[in-house]
């Protein structure tokens, strides 16, 4: 590809905010200024003297309290047209200050972005949207501030509107949406008027599963047929992996990988899992389920392929219908890719607070690096706790070259079964 072919050129990003703390003494107090200068009653006469002694000890006291923080720092790349970008990183990684850095919401401190054509960003709930005016009223608004027609909005609004599914509420203020109403609309607009970069944060999530799904096949569309390039944020690989066919990993503000989704999604994962378990939370908390005490066994994370890894939590149901709740485990490996899920029901008893321990297959995985994460739900009505990592393990033991159990042949798990021969 031509150089002309860039649309997207970042060289020494770096974006700095200062952080206040608050001290212990708020302000300095005028008694505190006359005490240290009853030491010199000359100067203690000259009531200048006092107010500049005060200033003085507030303003020291503010600058001891300011923290740099530095959100982005030296950060690099290039994104040509038509490429479907995955972003990923810890949360406080700088994912979100990039995008808008790159949406022209925000300035950098140091560094340069070249943006060559018009973005559409999604970075929020509400983003672009006026809450007192009527959705058909935010589809024209956001065409306008993308620099279109208003015979071209009018050309893709049906579209929009069937896309985001609000027709009934179209002439009502979006003030008065639910959260998913708004997400539904804001993205038909963001990827429906055209502009040659779509930039989407983890704000899909916000949508239910059909939605999300219809989302990544609309991005899909926007790259792959009509040449657009989409930008997106997830913490959730498998949609990475299902839109990408690039990725920027991001660490502490940094460029830590970019290149294939594969081997991005493969640092990322790597580094979380060298982290050690202090990476993950210690709890899940919501109105109607707590999950605490989270631990592996054994606490190092480190397993035998003869051995059983064990997870161990406390569930406490808050409420009476949580007690019909079920909990499912799920296995993930160093891919993301999810190997298998087991359930738990609460009805089993009446109990408001119990102990759950899984026990995981022996001799089932190869030798490598796995995640565990949990969820909790009533089946078929709502998610009490989301899906969430809290856990990971480590297999050895599975020796290259032995006749029975080698990590070098194919497949995601490694299971021990038993031949009859007749």
Known sequence: MSDS?????????????????????????????????????????????????????????????????WALKDVSFEIRRGERVGIIGRNGAGKSTLLKILSRITEPTTGRVEIRGRVASLLEVGTGFHPELTGRENIYLNGAILGMTRREIRSKFDEIVDFAEVEKFLDTPVKRYSSGMYVRLAFAVAAHLEPEILVVDEVLAVGDASFQKKCLGKMEDVAEREGRTVLLVSHQMNAVRALANTAICLASGRLAESGSVDRVISVYLDAQATQGLDSFPASLDSDCVEISSIGMVPSSG?????DSPMLSMFVTAKTGSARSARIIASVLDSQGHKLFSVAHHLTDDARRVRRLTLELPRKLFKDGSYQISVAAGIPGQTVLVP???????????CTSGSLFCDSSWPGLVLPSCSWLVS
């Open 387 to 397: 899906e969430t990592v809290i856990a990971r393990f480590c297999v050895s033991g």
């Open 5 to 69: 072919d860039v649309v997207i050129r970042v060289e020494g990003l770096g974006k700095k905010y200062a952080l206040h703390h608050e001290t212990s003494e708020r302000y300095t107090a005028l008694r505190d200024v006359v005490a240290r200068q009853a030491r010199a009653v000359g100067r203690l006469l000259n009531p200048f003297t006092l107010a500049g002694q005060l200033r003085k000890a507030q303003r020291q006291a503010a600058e001891a309290s300011e923290e740099e923080f």
């Open 302 to 306: 480190n397993v035998d392929y003869s």
